[in-house]
């Protein structure tokens, strides 16, 4: 059975300071990890994607993957209340074809002013 | 900027009766996915579609689920016969050759 294993939280951070969420798989066959951002009731946002090896900055984000570990994180900066929602890890697998999106079941990050 | 769209919003419906969702992926997209989320639980994945044909499913999508391209732009999902389990969200998404997914807004199915 395929996982990806997130804890649900809440993580609480004060505006300004740094959100670390963390996620791990349990497929070393999936090739590519995906952060969607989830507020209450709608859809899947995409945030940010990684492939390789390393750190992968978009503005205020950091992916962070580390494939021996199995071992994927989010790193945002300068945390806004605007980013209180829940955040979701996915992997793909299956290639060719298919590709299915495998989600965790999210970590809800509240951000106080 | 292009987005997948769905309708309806919200469907609400009576046990046993069939419903159809319907989705308007990106337009160059020539992945098309269904996922569901049961509130409170995690996005589940349903079936895959490409060249007009379904390229994975899951233990979810049994006999009752089945999903159709009937033109170049719909993307549907019907349930012959909903019971109450079904009540969730639906996702429709569509990528092009790369993984990354795009999600439409959802609908939101109620059995009764």
């Known amino acids: 059975q395929k996982e990806v294993e997130q804890n649900s939280g809440p993580l609480s951070v004060p505006e300004g300071a740094i959100a670390s969420l963390n996620c791990t798989y349990s497929d070393r066959g999936s090739q590519s990890f995906f952060w969607y951002r989830q507020y209450s009731g709608k859809s899947p946002e995409l945030i940010m994607f990684i492939y390789s090896n390393g750190d992968k900055e978009d503005g205020r984000f950091t992916a962070q993957l580390n494939k021996a570990s199995q071992y994927v994180s989010l790193l945002i900066r300068d945390s806004q209340p605007s980013d209180s929602a829940t955040y979701l890890c996915?992997?793909?697998?299956?290639?060719?074809?298919?590709?299915?999106?495998?989600f965790g079941q999210g970590t809800t990050l509240q951000v106080k002013p | 900027e292009p987005e997948v769209t769905q309708t309806p919003s919200h469907q609400v419906t009576q046990m046993g009766q069939e419903v159809i969702l319907r989705c308007v992926p990106i337009?160059?997209?020539?992945?098309f996915y269904w996922y569901r989320q049961i509130l409170g639980q995690k996005v589940e994945f349903l079936v895959s579609?490409?060249?007009?044909?379904?390229?994975?499913k899951s233990e979810i999508f049994d006999d009752q689920f089945s999903v159709e391209r009937p033109d170049g732009s719909n993307f549907t999902l019907k349930i012959r016969s909903t019971k109450l389990e079904d009540s969730a969200m639906y996702f429709c998404?569509?990528?092009?050759?790369?993984?990354?997914?795009?999600f439409g807004p959802g609908t939101r199915l109620t059995v009764l």
């Open positions: 996915a992997a793909t697998y299956g290639s060719g074809n298919t590709g299915k999106l495998i």
């Open positions: 579609f490409y060249n007009n044909e379904i390229s994975e």
């Open positions: 337009s160059n997209h020539l992945y």
């Open positions: 998404a569509s990528r092009f050759y790369t993984d990354t997914q795009y």
